[in-house]
């Protein structure tokens, strides 16, 4: 549910649109792109390399331009109260003194770990039933499937005013409002947008495999397990990451459901220093500032490691080559 | 998050709608006899749970007054939720049967609350406990006064002052007098001299005449309210507000249009060691008297100078605002919350807090500059116990025109549409700024919007009745 | 642009078609499907009706709900704001959807041939996305800043003189729709994703026949990923429409800044504003329902515009 509530459905959108067996012969564009081609000059070997070296140049420029924003972060994560704004990238002088206040001032291990709880669950119980749900859809012929399925996706563009309407009533009767529960339990229904990506990549699985297997005398629950998830790991990859982001960033359900310091996540005890230290506060700007690095951190050294994996992987998934 | 408040939007209200429709939480129309008996003070000692919401002991004058309010409440556990008060949260809360006990909001928030049916009325609260209100500011009484009762005690002060840059005034020969806000034509003329620019940028701003936030000061200055005493008749096209959104805008209109102040505003560190006065950018302004102690941290040896904010007719006057606390419909321990507020906002609390800012900023070697406590006896007391002559001029009118602004403010009274009031004010003020509309027409829009929502609200309140 | 979608669902229509699967493992493909079912009834259809119910009520959130018909709704068409927030979020919404995709698609482009760096590439553009919205907020006043932002300060050098981003209404939705470009991260991820499912005997066989990098772009790249660059816009287009933190966070602030322009007032930002700050929760559930017929209005144009991607998510007929 993450995916529809917290965040932009872009954030979290992890439609990719994996080709599902490209046929090689059957598009007509490339014997037409190639026909209009011909007759022209073949590039030459100084044209490319100052290709290469433009590309090169361009890739870094932009990338200067998406990291400064953390840069300037760090930066004055770094600089003494009175120095924050001074829009200097290199602090004209430097203090560790910021880190430690925000250590001794904020619970951030505590609410890290609940942070962790609650992205951990979210992230698994909606990549499970997310795969479950666009297995069904992509394995089997049920009559309506078609009506369904149009309704997953329907249910992408209702704005979260409607779609969230109730829930916070749903957690209340059970007496779940104050716990950590509301905040991802959600997502044991599964997402559509999920549903959506993980349903294109098992339709990308060769069928025949799942026949013989059942020839072999699996049942439909060993043939999900055994077979089918193993086969679609970066999708599967793809959809723990996005969703694990989506799940660390979420303020809204953290603002509506928790009440207690000690119950915060993350972004709801950033919420809470910025009240304190920022606007309407004191105005140490610099305390925001590093307690959002400090919680910033972890998330980019995941998605890091993940990367490789989902981006990479799904090169692999058979299509190329 | 881009979704996230419509999110917020929808269940909050369904919350709200649900439980509402469902059972009764004794909001709005708990009959008085029953909450005074809540409020029973001596007979029992208080005990249990008391969820404070809005309030952050940050500093010592919050921290040490809440550790005398959890002395007067020994069998009672007090815990705080953390971060400003969150509206939706408060509000939820509120109509889920499960408030806190105790709510600290800004002044200006208790109308629509208490119009709401939010927070309980304090007289009895007041009377069984003896809380001192008389001592309390008058205005800031106004502020937390609804339909002639009194929904929460104030706290704290916060009043303008004129502060300027010695040097440029000098260089440019204005006298510090000039700017006190009593002679219009002055301030533009004196703007026009303070005022340098470079390359076409602005270098030095002559004067701010901080709009769109301080307009309800320009028009109280030149005698006009923003809205009637009794809180049902907006005036915003009054034309005295129009002729100080007029003058007010035409500060900015001397120095090259606002979006060129605002812009260079915005650039300086306000609350650094680079601030406007100390790097000479800024001539003079009205701004809140806390910024003193900024200024006192920050840049000591800046050529600073201080007077009072004065009227028209020529009296000191400023507008006023603060906190205050309030006990939310259904809290489950009236009692133990009145004897928090009694205590927060007693004369010897108060007294206790400024010793440990006074100590404190001994220690680091800086002034003290009084504390507005929003209670006239505190205020006095403090000043006489703990304010001493710094020896430098400027520091010394500075604490001087702030304890003078304290004895002349005034305020908006409480309403039920606060918010929607000063969305309309406000907007018409920005559109006069951003260039969209003269004063004139933008106030009309403003005054027929404000009206509507005033009407529509206290109708609502009049039918509740 | 089609052909690509085109083989995508010849595709899967040929595959499904070779191995239908018998009738009775209907009932375990209800059961795999049961989780969405459960969660849809509680958590769409229920709130669905709940909130068309509020629509139809005056409510101030603490007193019970006052049917008062279809007033909502007769104000809602009659209020000035709304024509003015929905005009900014059109505005908005048909300028930063389509830059959004071809910035998209630009970096996802460049970063497919990034080699070995692609990693540290890709984690940068997705930087951005990680950093909490309130830091990059602030920051970004600062950027453009109209007198000595680092943005006017960059047009500077090449003789422009910057406008006054922040304060100028002509200005200000260009300079929102620039900010919103940074956190373009994750569709470059999925553009990324789907540019390394285009078969590389495609390029090959292009390359041979002589066509440039140019060519190859518009006849094989483009057609080839046709369906995730239009899903892209989709999703865009909806979340576009509820756009709201970063311009709420610039110009509406936290209580402490009183200027705001009437330029960045958005939908949701007036919506938000009803339902919370003024307490007409019946006005802002009306608004929300408002909103909700647009979005679907406008998906069901887009998607009869483009016929490619019925098929695409139809999988087969």
């Keep these: 549910m993450t995916a529809v509530e917290g965040t932009p459905p872009a954030a979290s959108t992890p439609l990719v649109a994996p080709v599902a067996e490209p046929l090689p012969s059957s598009p007509a564009t490339p014997a037409a792109g190639a026909k209009a081609a011909q007759g022209r000059q073949r590039r030459r070997p100084v044209a490319s390399w100052l290709g290469v070296t433009l590309r090169w140049l361009a890739l870094l420029a932009f990338s200067l331009l998406f990291v400064y924003p953390f840069l300037w972060l760090v930066s004055a994560s770094f600089k003494p109260r009175s120095e924050v704004f001074d829009n200097?990238?290199?602090?004209?002088?430097?203090?560790?003194?910021?880190?430690?206040?925000?250590?001794?001032?904020?619970?951030?291990?505590?609410?890290?770990l609940n942070t962790v709880i609650v992205t951990v669950l979210a992230a698994l119980t909606v990549t499970i039933s997310s795969a479950m749900v666009a297995w069904g859809f992509a394995y089997f012929q049920f009559r309506g499937r078609k009506a369904l399925f149009g309704l997953v996706v329907a249910t992408m563009m209702l704005p979260g005013a409607v779609t969230l309407i109730p829930t916070f009533?749903?957690?209340?009767?059970?007496?779940?409002?104050?716990?950590?529960?509301?905040?991802?339990?959600?997502?044991?229904?599964?997402?559509?947008?999920?549903?959506?990506?993980?349903?294109?990549?098992?339709?990308?699985?060769?069928?025949?495999?799942?026949?013989?297997?059942?020839?072999?005398?699996?049942?439909?629950?060993?043939?999900?397990?055994?077979?089918?998830?193993?086969?679609?790991?970066?999708?599967?990859?793809?959809?723990?990451?996005?969703?694990?982001?989506?799940?660390?960033?979420?303020?809204?359900?953290?603002?509506?459901?928790?009440?207690?310091?000690?119950?915060?996540?993350?972004?709801?005890?950033?919420?809470?220093?910025?009240?304190?230290?920022?606007?309407?506060?004191?105005?140490?700007?610099?305390?925001?500032?590093?307690?959002?690095?400090?919680?910033?951190v972890p998330m980019i050294v995941l998605f890091f490691l993940g990367q490789r994996h989902f981006v990479g992987g799904i090169a692999g998934t058979g299509t190329k080559g | 998050m881009r979704t996230a408040p419509l999110g917020r939007f929808a269940v909050t209200a369904t919350v709200f709608a649900l439980i509402t429709t469902g059972c009764a939480t004794g909001s709005g129309n708990s009959d008085s006899s029953a909450v005074a008996k809540a409020f029973g003070s001596t007979s029992a000692a208080p005990s249990g749970q008391l969820r404070v919401m809005g309030f952050g002991a940050d500093d010592e004058i919050g921290s040490t007054r809440l550790a005398l309010a959890k002395k007067a409440l020994p069998g009672v556990t007090v815990s705080l939720v953390e971060g400003d008060l969150d509206i939706q949260a408060f509000l939820s809360a509120v109509a889920a049967g499960d408030p806190p006990e105790l709510v600290y909001a800004n002044r200006d928030q208790i109308g629509t609350f208490a119009s709401r049916?939010?927070?309980?009325?304090?007289?009895?609260?007041?009377?069984?406990?003896?809380?001192?209100?008389d001592q309390i500011a008058k205005p800031a009484i106004a502020q937390v006064t609804f339909n002639k009762q009194v929904y929460a005690v104030p706290e704290f002060n916060m009043v303008q002052i004129v502060m300027a840059n010695s040097d440029l005034l000098g260089k440019a020969g204005v006298q510090l007098s000039q700017l006190s806000g009593q002679d219009w034509p002055a301030i533009t003329s004196a703007t026009k001299k303070l005022t340098a620019s470079s390359g076409g940028k602005l270098s030095v701003i002559g004067y701010d005449s901080k709009l769109p936030e301080f307009l309800p000061l320009w028009a109280h200055s030149n005698g006009a309210d923003l809205l009637s005493a009794d809180g049902r008749k907006a005036q915003l096209n009054d034309p005295k507000v129009v002729e100080a959104l007029t003058f007010a805008n035409g500060v900015y209109q001397a120095q090259g249009g606002f979006a060129k102040v605002k812009a260079y505003r915005d650039a300086a560190d306000f609350f650094g060691k680079e601030n406007q006065y100390a790097t000479g950018t800024l001539g003079a302004m009205p701004m809140e008297q806390w910024y003193v102690n900024v200024l006192n941290e920050m840049s000591p040896k800046a050529p600073l100078a201080f007077t009072p904010f004065v009227g028209k007719d020529g009296k000191p006057v400023a507008f006023a605002s603060g906190s205050a606390w309030a006990i939310p419909a259904g809290s489950k321990n009236a009692a133990a919350a009145c004897t928090f507020i009694k205590t927060m906002t007693a004369v010897d609390s108060w007294m206790a807090a400024a010793k440990a800012r006074a100590d404190a900023r001994a220690k680091d070697k800086l002034l003290f500059t009084g504390l507005l406590t929003g209670n006239k006896t505190a205020d006095e007391k403090i000043r006489s116990t703990f304010v001493k002559p710094s020896g430098v001029k400027a520091w010394d009118d500075a604490v001087k025109a702030t304890y003078l602004a304290n004895d002349n403010t005034f305020s908006l009274p409480a309403n039920p549409a606060d918010a929607e009031f000063k969305t309309a004010w406000q907007d018409a003020v920005n559109r006069v700024l951003n260039g969209q509309q003269q004063p004139k027409p933008a106030l009309d829009a403003a005054q027929q919007q404000a009206q509507a929502a005033l009407d529509k609200a206290w109708a609502a309140w009049d039918a509740k009745k | 642009m089609t052909s690509g979608l085109l083989a995508t669902s010849k595709a899967v229509r040929h595959s499904e078609r070779k191995s239908a699967v018998s009738a009775h493992d209907s009932r375990a493909a209800w059961l795999f499907i049961s989780p969405w079912l459960i969660g849809f009834a509680i958590f769409t259809a229920w709130p669905l009706i709940y909130s068309g119910y509020l629509s139809l009520t005056d409510y101030d959130v603490i007193n019970a709900p006052n049917f008062v018909g279809l007033d909502n709704y007769r104000q809602l068409a009659a209020d000035p704001k709304i024509a003015q927030s929905l005009g900014n979020t059109l505005y908005y919404t048909v300028i930063q959807v389509p830059l959004h995709v071809l910035v998209a698609l630009g970096l996802a482009l460049l970063l497919q041939r990034a080699g070995r760096a692609s990693g540290f590439f890709r984690t940068a553009f997705f930087l951005p996305k990680m950093t909490p919205p309130v830091a990059i907020g602030i920051m970004l006043l600062l950027l453009f800043n109209g007198q000595s932002g680092v943005i006017n300060g960059v047009l500077g050098w090449f003789g422009f003189q910057g406008p006054s981003w922040t304060t100028d209404p002509n200005w200000v939705k260009p300079g929102l729709i620039l900010m919103s470009l940074w956190t373009v991260g994750s569709s470059v991820i999925i553009v990324l994703a789907a540019l390394r499912e285009v078969p590389d005997h495609l390029h090959d066989a292009a390359k041979i026949d002589g066509a440039n990098s140019w060519q190859r772009l518009v006849r094989i790249t483009i057609p080839m990923i046709g369906g995730t660059l239009f899903f892209l816009l989709i999703v865009n287009t909806i979340a576009s429409f509820q756009t709201f933190t970063e311009a709420y966070t610039a110009y509406f602030g936290s209580g402490n800044t009183t200027y705001s322009n009437d330029a960045a007032l958005f939908y949701a930002i007036y919506l938000f504003q009803q339902g919370f700050e003024y307490l007409h929760m019946g006005y802002a559930s009306a608004m929300a329902w408002v909103l909700f017929a647009i979005i679907m209005a406008v998906t069901v144009v887009q998607l009869v515009l483009s016929k490619k991607f019925v098929f695409y998510l139809g999988g087969h007929r």
């Design chain 1, 169 to 296: 009533l749903i957690w209340k009767s059970l007496g779940m409002v104050g716990t950590l529960t509301p905040l991802w339990a959600g997502n044991l229904f599964g997402s559509a947008f999920y549903i959506f990506l993980l349903r294109q990549f098992f339709l990308g699985l060769p069928r025949e495999l799942f026949e013989a297997a059942k020839i072999d005398g699996a049942n439909n629950w060993t043939i999900f397990v055994r077979l089918a998830l193993p086969l679609c790991k970066p999708a599967i990859i793809l959809t723990l990451l996005f969703e694990f982001q989506a799940a660390w960033t979420d303020l809204m359900r953290a603002l509506v459901y928790l009440r207690d310091s000690s119950d915060f996540t993350v972004p709801r005890g950033l919420k809470a220093l910025l009240d304190r230290y920022g606007f309407g506060g004191e105005w140490h700007w610099e305390i925001v500032v590093t307690a959002s690095v400090i919680t910033t």
């Design chain 1, 88 to 112: 200097r990238l290199i602090p004209r002088t430097f203090t560790f003194d910021n880190y430690l206040q925000v250590w001794r001032e904020a619970p951030l291990g505590v609410w890290m």
């Design chain 2, 117 to 133: 049916g939010a927070v309980l009325p304090l007289d009895a609260c007041i009377s069984s406990q003896g809380i001192a209100v």
